[in-house]
């Protein structure tokens, strides 16, 4: 989906014009994939524009480089501050924010150490990332051939830039076969996660979702979707998942900032649900909570 441009992006601490946010040819992220970064939605609500539980994500972004030893030379609340100040700067009521934190320029080879952290943070409208006839209908996805990355390959509960090159291969593969999206299996051969989403399964009225050591990356709007399942008194099992019992689900839905709640209505050429009732529950209680209408969750949403 092509980039829509504004006018400001924020750098190493100071807001710039778009079209100034550059960064030299050698520098070591862009070798190495040697960054980490953050997916994070502002909403247009009921009170204005408000960022969806982005302490939880910038906090994440800090767990990202501890585990990839990248020190973020500014903390969670100056990149907050900093963020809604971007938002202000480019009179945007909603958008899609990309925080990332980079090795930059002055060193090559596989010790990163020395390099310098340059951080940046670019914001823009984007909508849903499967369309909005898949949020409304449900896209068809498939398995993949490529396996999730595990634990001791890569941290899957990690968000690094260069693990997601295993993301683009299932994503391609899928786009290639026909298909609007992959899912992939772990190390072990269980249900996964898809390139850039969490899966939920429903089978006869229980909701279920791999767990963390199936090599998922755990996501924030995954685990807002549990917390608000559980509101909605349906039981929720964090387990293991078969191919087998995936293709005999009564329905299937995909969770990410991106993705939002996206209704997956085909696997490997089997109908799930079309979108079924729960998926439609849970994704209309969603976006009631990100527009600013469920006064319950209201600590969700900080606003610009």
Same mark, same amino acid.
């Given at each position: 989906?092509?980039?829509?441009?504004?006018?400001?992006?924020?750098?190493?601490?100071?807001?710039? #014009?778009?079209?100034?946010?550059?960064?030299?040819?050698?520098?070591?992220?862009?070798?190495? !994939? *040697?960054?980490?970064?953050?997916?994070?939605?502002?909403?247009?609500?009921?009170?204005?524009?408000?960022?969806?539980?982005?302490?939880?994500?910038?906090?994440?972004?800090?767990?990202? @480089?501890? $585990?990839?030893?990248?020190?973020?030379?500014?903390?969670?609340?100056?990149?907050?501050?900093?963020?809604?100040?971007?938002?202000?700067?480019? !009179?945007?009521?909603?958008?899609?924010?990309?925080?990332?934190?980079?090795?930059?320029?002055?060193?090559?080879?596989?010790?990163?150490?020395?390099?310098?952290?340059?951080?940046?943070?670019?914001?823009?409208?984007?909508?849903?990332?499967?369309?909005?006839?898949?949020?409304?209908? +449900?896209?068809?996805?498939?398995?993949?051939?490529? /396996?999730?990355?595990?634990?001791?390959?890569?941290?899957?509960?990690?968000? %690094?830039?260069? /693990?997601?090159?295993?993301?683009?291969? *299932?994503? $391609?593969?899928?786009?290639?076969?026909?298909?609007?999206?992959?899912?992939?299996?772990?190390?072990?051969?269980?249900? *996964?996660? +898809?390139? @850039?989403?969490?899966?939920?399964? =429903?089978?006869? @009225?229980?909701?279920?979702?791999?767990?963390?050591?199936?090599? $998922?990356?755990? +996501?924030?709007?995954? #685990?807002?979707?549990?917390?608000?399942?559980?509101?909605?008194?349906?039981? =929720?099992?964090?387990?293991?998942?078969?191919?087998?019992?995936?293709?005999?689900?009564?329905? %299937?839905?995909?969770? @990410?900032?991106?993705?939002?709640?996206?209704?997956?209505?085909? $696997?490997?050429?089997?109908?799930?649900?079309?979108?079924?009732?729960?998926?439609?529950?849970?994704?209309?209680?969603?976006? #009631?909570?990100?527009?600013?209408?469920?006064?319950?969750?209201?600590?969700?949403?900080?606003? =610009?």
């Amino acid at each position: 989906m092509p980039i829509q441009e504004v006018k400001k992006i924020w750098m190493n601490n100071k807001i710039i #014009d778009w079209k100034d946010a550059k960064i030299h040819v050698l520098t070591h992220a862009l070798h190495y !994939g *040697s960054a980490v970064f953050e997916g994070i939605r502002c909403y247009n609500t009921i009170k204005g524009p408000a960022i969806f539980r982005v302490k939880e994500h910038i906090q994440r972004l800090h767990n990202s @480089g501890k $585990i990839y030893m990248i020190e973020i030379p500014y903390g969670v609340d100056e990149l907050i501050k900093a963020t809604k100040e971007l938002i202000r700067a480019n !009179g945007l009521n909603e958008c899609y924010i990309r925080p990332i934190a980079y090795r930059g320029y002055g060193e090559m080879g596989l010790n990163p150490l020395n390099a310098p952290v340059d951080v940046a943070i670019a914001l823009w409208p984007w909508g849903t990332y499967l369309g909005e006839e898949g949020l409304k209908n +449900g896209i068809r996805a498939k398995i993949s051939s490529f /396996q999730r990355i595990s634990p001791n390959i890569m941290p899957p509960n990690a968000k %690094a830039t260069g /693990q997601y090159i295993n993301s683009i291969l *299932s994503k $391609i593969e899928a786009l290639k076969s026909g298909y609007d999206e992959a899912i992939l299996l772990d190390v072990r051969g269980f249900i *996964s996660e +898809g390139p @850039g989403e969490n899966l939920f399964v =429903v089978k006869d @009225g229980i909701v279920y979702t791999p767990p963390e050591y199936a090599s $998922i990356l755990p +996501g924030i709007t995954r #685990d807002s979707v549990i917390k608000i399942l559980k509101d909605m008194n349906y039981e =929720v099992k964090e387990t293991d998942i078969t191919r087998g019992f995936l293709y005999l689900a009564d329905e %299937a839905f995909f969770t @990410g900032t991106a993705a939002e709640i996206t209704p997956i209505r085909e $696997i490997d050429d089997r109908e799930i649900g079309n979108p079924g009732i729960i998926t439609k529950k849970v994704q209309e209680r969603f976006f #009631d909570i990100v527009k600013g209408r469920e006064k319950k969750y209201e600590g969700w949403m900080d606003f =610009v």
